[in-house]
């Protein structure tokens, strides 16, 4: 059998910033028998120390005869982060080997970072492992769990996920089958495909067309996801809203064709009687500003302008995967905020549930008027233990933060140390903002009305937070703030995520939460 060594630099889109993995095909008799594929780590060299392969990786390497290392050396990888290479047809089980670099061994919590870069790099090492081996056609990948099998199961499932769906057939990338090489942490991968796969639902649901995904279509979505899992899915339509007298919610809908829909999502994972944790997500299906109509470059965005509700619907299909031992609600307001003969004009002025008159300047801020009665509504029906949303709101912490984070305010500091420390975990982070009375006042400070809907002055991410947090007058709440994150991925990419995509974020961090509430003894 005569070798043949060619190398072939792969450039995949999303990974153009950190992933280096060259491809080195071997031609044998029986190449393309097999379709399956593995991703093993390489631990970065330190000082005259050579690059460490992981355990499993160690076993591979004896199998072949110390084959692995010697190609290891002979192309130089050195376990830099995200650098690395496929070698085919080297082993009989497997057509395509991702040796790919997990960075420093042994590395941990970083504070300075709030990360914990230990399970961070497994997670790129993995995505852009299995993202290779999916480039060059395997259909089966085995990753090697890099001492973290729930962080590679995420990373791996989260990199070869694409949204194809209105993409012809012939032109659809094939996505791999995944399991676990060599390690008995099944429990962790389960875990970590659960999560993986809530977010790809996440993703779908944000980066469907807005004509595929209207109010009715994302609730009847929702029930399709939702539903086999055991959860309660109650659909509301007009005639209820009306006779609820939501009137902050119609306000916005009624500029649009598209009927409004609100939907009451609940899993009992433990007795009824015992407080829920509500969550209401931001259910915009299409945000054109209304009368104050956006830009038109860029404006298809705005899509996933029901990002938010997509990441809780997502986050209540983990929790039931999970069955975790809790009570979760999820409300969702759905809607079109469009320009029409019907739409609030600015200054209209509107009064919630609670009794307090609200007035509508800028259509373009409409998120925190259409979850302004559902949220009173929630409380008042639920009696929750704490609340939770989740919304695209305020370009003020895109600007801030980019793709880096989500933003959050809470009255409650231990509401955002559990967040804080779930962000850390999941690579998927979050910062606190201030709740002041300093912007509460520029929000309730008016003359002819108790509260308007998009305040006095520039920190608009701060002045949606003061507007809702007139809404919640006794619980335990926080405000995630996914402007920059849940949307459109376009600076400091993700490398196990895809450019120009929909990213589903938090739902992962919101899952991290949920568990840490449910089960406060464990890691």
């Known amino acids: 059998m005569q070798n043949i060594r060619r190398f072939l630099l792969l450039r995949a889109e999303p990974l153009r910033f950190v992933a280096r993995v060259n491809h080195v095909r071997y031609s044998c008799a029986d190449s393309g028998a097999k379709a399956k594929g593995l991703v093993i780590g390489v631990y970065q060299k330190e000082g005259d120390k050579d690059p460490r392969l992981t355990t499993a990786g160690d076993k591979i390497n004896d199998r072949l005869g110390g084959k692995l290392t010697e190609l290891i050396c002979e192309t130089k990888i050195d376990g830099r982060l995200g650098r690395g290479k496929v070698f085919n047809n080297i082993d009989q089980d497997f057509r395509s080997i991702a040796v790919v670099g997990v960075g420093l061994e042994g590395i941990g919590f970083n504070e300075l970072e709030m990360l914990d870069e230990g399970m961070e790099n497994v997670r790129i090492a993995a995505g852009i492992g299995a993202r290779s081996l999916q480039l060059v056609g395997c259909t089966e990948v085995s990753v090697d769990s890099m001492e973290y099998a729930e962080q590679a199961a995420e990373g791996s499932s989260l990199a070869i996920w694409r949204h194809m769906e209105m993409l012809n057939k012939k032109y659809r990338r094939v996505v791999p089958k995944l399991d676990l090489y060599n390690s008995h942490d099944l429990d962790g991968w389960t875990r970590g495909l659960f999560k993986a796969e809530s977010q790809n639902l996440a993703r779908r649901l944000s980066d469907a067309a807005s004509n595929c995904m209207t109010p009715t279509l994302f609730a009847q979505a929702t029930v399709d996801a939702l539903c086999p899992c055991g959860i309660t899915v109650e659909i509301r339509t007009m005639d209820w809203i009306e006779q609820q007298r939501m009137q902050s919610f119609l306000m916005i809908a009624k500029g649009s064709c598209e009927p409004p829909v609100l939907m009451e999502i ?63 609600v999820l409300i969702v307001p759905l809607c079109e905020n469009l320009p029409s003969g019907m739409a609030t004009k600015p200054g209209d ?46 370009t003020g912490a895109k600007k801030a933060f980019g793709g880096g984070a989500s933003a959050i305010f809470s009255n409650s500091h231990y509401i955002w140390k559990q967040f804080q420390r779930a962000g850390s975990l999941t690579g998927d982070r979050l910062w606190r903002l201030p709740l002041w009375n300093y912007y509460r006042k520029q929000v309730t400070d008016e003359l002819g009305y108790d509260i308007s809907n998009d305040g006095r002055g520039l920190a608009n991410s701060c ?61």
């Open 349 to 394: 002025v509107c009064t919630l549930l609670n009794s307090k008159a609200m007035a509508i300047r800028d259509l373009d801020k409409a998120g925190v008027v259409v979850m302004a009665d559902p949220l009173i509504y929630g409380q008042t029906t639920y009696k929750p233990r704490l609340v939770v949303d989740v919304a695209t709101i305020g």
């Open 463 to 523: 002045l949606a937070a003061a507007v809702l947090h007139e809404l919640v007058p006794c619980a335990d709440w926080a405000h995630i703030d996914t402007r920059g994150s849940g949307m459109l991925s376009q600076y400091g990419i993700i490398p196990y995520l895809n450019t120009w995509r929909m990213t589903g974020r938090p739902t992962r961090t919101l899952v991290q939460f949920l568990y840490q509430l449910a089960c406060p003894e464990q890691k």
């Open 266 to 328: 609940s899993y009992c994972g433990t007795s009824p009687e015992d407080k829920p944790v509500m969550f209401v997500g931001k259910g915009i299906t299409f945000n054109s500003g209304g009368i104050n109509l956006r830009d038109s470059e860029g404006m298809d965005e705005y899509r996933a302008s029901m990002s938010g509700a997509a990441a809780c619907v997502a986050m209540m299909r983990c929790v039931a995967a999970l069955s975790l031992p809790l009570n979760v």
